[in-house]
């Protein structure tokens, strides 16, 4: 499964595409403080001016949050559970001199061998996820791309508190879509997260009561696994 893109990425596409002229200023303001403007601004929200709007804003934010923590959950689950189940043969001497072999790979054989557990697991899925995708017919289209750019680009921004205009977004998301190598890797994430969604729309699920610590160390704990039995899956 395909990692997402790394905050460090994010910030050279965006330095690429964009300049700043820092013109003015402003204090940090303590909550109580916030006019209506500031408060439609933080919400992203025009209508949204009163600390109560906030308030109720701020806590969708967070069960957002938490919703797609929990989605992230079954996605992984339902990762490991088509790798462990789904029995298939590959041909893995051949693999082996293959991918040592290709140039852009830049790795020996050596380095093949000791890797290869994750890199059959890698293989194992792609070859799982094509099959799902055709016979689901789950397709991920180039407006999709650009939007998961532009999501990226709000988060990014929002955590200085700067709302990006949408002609700036689609300026970010165009510079973007030029990176013919970063577009294949942003396709392959959104096509796993929709196999993966859909799988999971398959199987019966049954709903687990966390509290916030609870939740908390055991996303801490499947993390520690996930990472241990395959560094490249995210």
């Known amino acids: 499964l395909h990692v997402q893109e790394s905050s460090e990425e994010l910030e050279v ?8 002229d820092i013109t003015n200023v402003k204090k940090r303001v303590t909550p109580e403080n916030l006019t209506p403007e500031q408060i439609a601004q933080v919400t992203r929200d025009e209508s949204k001016t009163t600390m109560e709007d906030l308030k109720q804003s701020l806590e969708e934010d967070i069960k957002k949050q938490y919703d797609e923590l929990s989605k992230n959950f079954l996605r992984n689950d ?15 001497a051949f693999l082996k001199k293959w991918i040592a072999s ?18 059959e697991k890698s293989i194992k899925w792609d070859l799982i996820s094509a099959k799902f995708a055709l016979e689901n017919n789950v397709k ?14 709000v988060q990014y921004f929002l955590q200085s508190g700067y709302n990006p205009p949408a002609e700036q977004l689609d300026k970010f998301a165009d510079e973007a879509m030029k990176d013919q190598k970063n577009v294949r890797k942003t396709y392959e994430q959104l096509l796993d997260t929709k196999v ?9 699920t ?11 160390a055991e996303s801490k704990k499947r993390n520690e696994k996930r990472n ?7």
């Open 140 to 153: 991920v289209e180039i407006e999709e791309i650009k939007n998961e750019y532009k999501a990226r680009y």
């Open 102 to 119: 290709e140039e852009e790979n830049k790795m020996s054989l050596e380095v093949v061998e000791k890797e290869f557990a994750n890199i």
């Open 13 to 20: 596409q965006i330095a690429k595409s964009m300049t700043f």
């Open 196 to 204: 993966l969604d859909g799988m999971s729309a398959q199987v019966k």
């Open 206 to 216: 049954k709903s687990v009561i966390f509290t916030e610590e609870e939740f908390i």
């Open 228 to 234: 241990a039995n395959n560094p490249a899956h995210g």
């Open 78 to 92: 339902v990762y490991e559970y088509a790798l462990e189940n789904t029995k298939m043969e590959l041909p893995v």
